[in-house]
């Protein structure tokens, strides 16, 4: 059972930044890596994915202010989120996938997630 650790959210100001976190405890049966989040009031939706071979896709609502990366040696993905605004307020989880397809909503393993507020 893959364990995902997840740190790194908190409270920032609209147009602030921030950067996530996620280890996982092992990497022997993870192809993709991703990020997901859940607003109040709001279905969990995809928002990064990142394959292990470094393939990259963004939810359009994050495209061009989130960046996805990778650190194979430490099994840990990052989320670095700027231009913040109040509507990406929400628990992010992170996921991590046996199979390398990244917008998709499901996933098989978990993390518990780490809440991101963004104030106006």
């Known amino acids: 059972q893959v364990q995902l650790v997840e740190s790194g959210g908190g409270l920032v100001q609209a147009g602030g930044s921030l950067r996530l976190s996620c280890s996982a405890s092992?990497?022997?049966?993870?192809?993709?890596m991703g990020w997901y989040r859940q607003g109040p009031v709001k279905q969990r939706e995809w928002v990064a994915g990142?394959?292990?071979?470094?393939?990259?896709n963004y939810a359009d609502s994050v495209k061009g202010r989130f960046t996805i990366s990778r650190d194979g040696a430490k099994n840990t993905v990052y989320l670095q989120m700027a231009g913040l605004t109040p509507e990406d307020t929400a628990v992010y989880y992170c996921?991590?996938?046996?199979?390398?397809?990244?917008?998709?909503?499901?996933?098989?393993?978990w993390g518990q997630g780490t809440q991101v507020t963004v104030s106006s």
């Open positions: 092992e990497s022997i049966s993870i192809t993709a």
């Open positions: 996921a991590a996938k046996r199979l390398p397809v990244l917008d998709t909503p499901n996933a098989d393993y």
């Open positions: 990142i394959t292990n071979g470094g393939r990259r």
